[in-house]
């Protein structure tokens, strides 16, 4: 409810301000295209790499998570006069529809990645051992896990959707597009490879995560097993006694001394669970999840790159 009255907050002040701005953004002679979140923005930035006069921008900034994020007045204004607003289409972007059906740019292409994904977009999942909430519990609602950039699979899937997308709506620029996606893909698909050769060649193929947990697009890709506190888009912090005593469970019977968090995590969830296993010599290593935006020298290849040596480390 708090979301929806700081949207309509916001659209009644951009309302305000839409005829100046629209002008501006109109006469701007570029082809201007925002993506909500780091990754997908890295995407754009690869595709779009020497094409004249296009402009790419990130909504949620450095320091935000993309489950707390609220457009601002200024924000909706930039979206109304872009021509094309690629986002992720989950719970965390709720807020879309209302900031599009105000869009002064008529031809403003709005492009969905989990409608995009189709088939392959997979329901939020509660595991064995998972604290589900309680609206979750309740609700008959499929609600869908919106973390889809965190498979290298469906990254080729969807940059494919936006290059073709951005070769019909920006013809000028389609060689350029072509070319780019070409190698792009490339490069997503030799680190596919060394993802599935690190996973074959393992140890082990369960992980063990203390906190919430956004990577079940990654695990299903090679056929991984995993534990978790809380689902992806979870809003708690504080796990229940129960949920430390299975993870500290499964981390003695299995045998594991490795022990996962995610970017941002302060760890007390992973230290609890340690402290009420048997196994004290456990490391806690740390998975980016990349749902807020990076560092300037980050790059999607390279974070996923990080990752899996993270999650070498983990299976070995």
């Not at 979206?79 to 972007?93: A, L």
């Not at 002064?104 to 292409?109: A, C, D, Q, S």
């Not at 809003?235 to 949920?243: D, L, M, P, R």
């Not at 999840?289 to 070498?312: I, P, R, W």
Request: with cysteine; hydrophobic share 40%.
């Amino acid at each position: 409810m708090k979301k929806i009255l700081a949207l309509l907050l916001s659209l009644a002040l951009a309302l305000s301000v839409f005829a100046g701005c629209a002008g501006t953004a109109k006469n701007s002679g570029k082809y201007k295209i925002i993506a909500t979140i780091f990754p997908v923005y890295d995407w754009i930035k690869n595709i779009t790499k020497d094409a004249e006069n296009v402009e790419v921008s990130l909504l949620v900034q450095s320091g935000v998570d993309m489950h707390s994020f609220q457009p601002t007045a200024e924000d909706i204004v930039n979206i109304s006069g872009c021509d094309m607003f690629v986002y992720v289409g989950g719970e965390s972007d709720s807020w879309v529809d209302d900031a599009l059906k105000t869009a002064v740019n008529k031809n403003l292409t709005p492009v969905n990645l989990l409608e995009a994904l189709g088939s392959a977009a997979k329901e939020e999942e509660v595991v064995e051992g998972m604290e589900a909430e309680e609206e979750e519990e309740e609700s008959d609602k499929i609600e869908y896990d919106e973390h889809v950039w965190l498979s290298l699979k469906n990254a080729q899937s969807l940059c494919k959707t936006i290059s073709g997308t951005l070769a019909e709506k920006n013809a000028v620029n389609k060689a350029v597009y072509e070319k780019n996606t070409e190698s792009y893909l490339s490069s997503l698909g030799a680190l596919d490879g060394k993802y599935a050769e690190a996973v074959k060649n393992a140890k082990n193929n369960t992980l063990i995560f203390a906190d919430r947990f956004p990577f079940r697009y990654l695990t299903d890709d090679y056929s991984l097993k995993y534990y978790a506190a809380f689902t992806g888009c979870s809003a708690e912090s504080e796990a229940s006694f129960k949920t430390l005593v299975f993870l500290a469970d499964k981390l003695d019977s299995l045998q594991m001394n490795k022990l996962l968090t995610i970017d941002g995590s302060d760890q007390k969830i992973a230290k609890a669970v340690i402290d009420t296993a048997k196994t004290k010599d456990v490391t806690i290593l740390t998975l980016n999840s990349m749902q807020s935006a990076m560092g300037e020298s980050d790059t999607y290849l390279s974070v996923m790159e990080s990752n899996l040596g993270v999650l070498k480390e983990a299976l070995n």
